[in-house]
């Protein structure tokens, strides 16, 4: 399933009872690490709207801490799996994503089946430990909510294919907008929220903002590979290291690794940082990052330029579509130089071009006559207000493939075409035979 269109799948239970105007009862099945960030700031809000928010998650997830103080519900099943699978598993996959072997179209799709086969398997297990569980299945269907908010990566529930998941939705919620997308048509029960996370700014930390203040007029810049990417091997680190020491500007490295041998005085490491606030800050001049759409859509919002290092998944398109705005330079992780990084930083911070484009992306953003995350939350309450959004959905959705691509209709119009040329061959036939023939028979008379 494309990355685009993973995003947020809502999907209305049709045993629900919702009235306009008071509040309604929302199950989550939520997905880990970057889609969890969309979703909870979601969730969030429709809590302080006074909706009542169950998140459904097992024992094994790695981001969703129920003992948390939070207004948000949390349901916990207990899983075949324990956090530590699930993180081994994460980092096998996207070790084979980045350091699989891709020589031809065949060895590419073995890796990619391989991959995807692993994340099903691991999908599959957590499903079955859900309704398996006929006391926690009990207990949710007695709880009568008015819609279930999925994310359509994870997928729980009777065998489906891509189609039935995508026809039976009554509103996707897409993490994208016109600032990062190409025009195209769509559907009216999709709707485009993406950059629903973001926010102003923030102060710095005193200790982070005193580095900041120390790049006088050359700036700083930020490098960050997400929160799944936390080490890189050495030598790619000392590749990294050696191109940053060489410029101006200060660099603050998200990077949680053994410190790269060429680290030059003007970067720093943190485990951990603002990512937001710092894109945010005025002195930041370039952005180097995996191209994840959360990180993607701060670095649109503040309007920073962006040197690409995709890994996987949707990393690659996301820069590519950066690229093709003329906001970002993309390089090859595996692959790159010193020089590479190193020149490519250079254009994208001294070309003035990269800075208006980005800027011209942030002001499409926020040129909007409703708020990413607003719409969301609209989206959510109109299914619940009308029990669904049947007269958003195409017709399409009901046909079966002969009848929406008219192969009913064009093989009724080949039947009718094809009897017309038999009657008018019969025809011609019977009067040739009953005019013709008897003249020539005269004629040799």
């Known amino acids: 399933m494309p990355r685009k269109w993973i995003s947020v799948l809502l999907l209305l239970q049709l045993s629900c009872h919702f009235s306009p105007g008071s509040c309604g009862k929302v199950l989550v099945w939520p997905t880990e690490y970057s889609h969890w960030i969309n979703m909870k700031t979601i969730l969030d809000?429709?809590?302080?709207?006074?909706?009542?928010?169950?998140?459904?998650?097992?024992?094994?997830?790695?981001?969703?801490?129920?003992?948390?103080?939070?207004?948000?519900?949390?349901?916990?099943?207990?899983?075949?799996?324990?956090?530590?699978?699930?993180?081994?598993?994460?980092m096998?996959?996207?070790?084979?994503?980045?350091?699989?072997?891709?020589?031809?179209?065949?060895?590419?799709?073995?890796?990619m089946q391989d991959m995807f086969w692993e994340y099903y398997d691991c999908i599959q297990t957590l499903c079955k430990d859900v309704v398996l569980n006929k006391k926690l299945m009990t207990k949710l269907q007695e709880s009568r909510f008015d819609v279930v908010l999925a994310d359509a990566i994870g997928p729980c529930g009777r065998p489906t294919t891509l189609y039935e998941t995508m026809e039976k939705a009554e509103i996707w919620l897409i993490r994208t907008y016109w600032d990062f997308e190409f025009p195209r048509p769509v559907l009216p029960h999709f709707h485009f929220v993406g950059g629903l996370h973001c926010k102003p700014a923030k102060p710095l930390p005193?200790?982070?903002?005193?580095?900041?203040?120390?790049?006088?007029?050359?700036?700083?810049?930020?490098?960050?590979?997400?929160?799944?990417?936390?080490?890189i091997s050495e030598?790619?680190?000392?590749?990294?290291?050696?191109?940053?020491?060489?410029?101006?500007?200060?660099?603050?490295?998200?990077?949680?690794?053994?410190?790269?041998?060429?680290?030059?005085?003007?970067?720093?490491?943190?485990?951990?940082?603002?990512?937001?606030?710092?894109?945010?800050?005025?002195?930041?001049?370039?952005?180097?990052?995996?191209?994840?759409t959360n990180g993607i859509y701060e670095a649109i919002s503040h309007g920073i330029p962006m040197v690409g290092l995709p890994m996987f998944a949707d990393q690659p398109d996301n820069i590519a579509h950066?690229?093709?705005?003329?906001?970002?330079?993309?390089?090859?992780?595996?692959?790159?130089s010193t020089a590479d990084l190193l020149n490519a930083l250079k254009t994208v911070i001294n070309d003035p071009s990269y800075k208006e484009n980005a800027m011209r992306l942030s002001r499409i953003h926020h040129d909007q006559p409703m708020k990413p995350l607003e719409r969301a939350v609209f989206w959510i309450e109109f299914v619940m207000r009308h029990k669904g959004?049947?007269?958003?959905?195409?017709?399409?959705?009901?046909?079966?493939?002969?009848?929406?691509?008219?192969?009913?209709?064009?093989?009724?119009?080949?039947?009718?075409?094809?009897?017309?040329?038999?009657?008018i061959t019969k025809c011609c036939l019977f009067c040739y035979q009953k005019f013709a023939k008897p003249g020539k028979k005269k004629k040799r008379e």
């Not at 997830?61 to 948000?72: E, G, R, Y």
């Not at 096998?92 to 890796?111: C, E, N, Q, V």
């Not at 191109?243 to 690794?257: E, M, N, S, T, Y």
Request: proline share 4%; with cysteine; net charge positive.
């Open 45 to 90: 809000a429709l809590v302080q709207r006074g909706h009542e928010v169950t998140v459904l998650t097992s024992s094994a997830s790695i981001l969703v801490d129920p003992n948390k103080p939070s207004a948000i519900q949390f349901e916990i099943f207990p899983a075949s799996l324990t956090k530590d699978d699930f993180e081994d598993l994460s």
């Open 92 to 111: 096998r996959i996207i070790s084979k994503w980045l350091y699989g072997r891709k020589d031809t179209f065949f060895t590419y799709f073995s890796l």
């Open 206 to 231: 005193k200790e982070m903002e005193e580095f900041v203040q120390s790049s006088g007029k050359h700036g700083i810049v930020v490098f960050s590979l997400g929160s799944i990417i936390s080490n």
């Open 235 to 292: 030598e790619r680190a000392n590749v990294i290291a050696s191109a940053l020491a060489q410029i101006p500007q200060k660099v603050l490295w998200r990077f949680d690794g053994k410190k790269p041998d060429t680290l030059g005085p003007n970067t720093r490491l943190y485990k951990w940082i603002p990512q937001n606030d710092l894109l945010g800050h005025p002195k930041t001049k370039a952005f180097i990052t995996h191209g994840g």
């Open 322 to 336: 950066m690229k093709t705005k003329g906001a970002a330079i993309r390089m090859d992780f595996n692959t790159m």
């Open 389 to 423: 959004a049947k007269h958003l959905r195409p017709a399409s959705h009901d046909l079966s493939w002969c009848q929406y691509h008219s192969l009913d209709v064009i093989g009724f119009l080949l039947a009718c075409v094809a009897t017309a040329t038999f009657v």
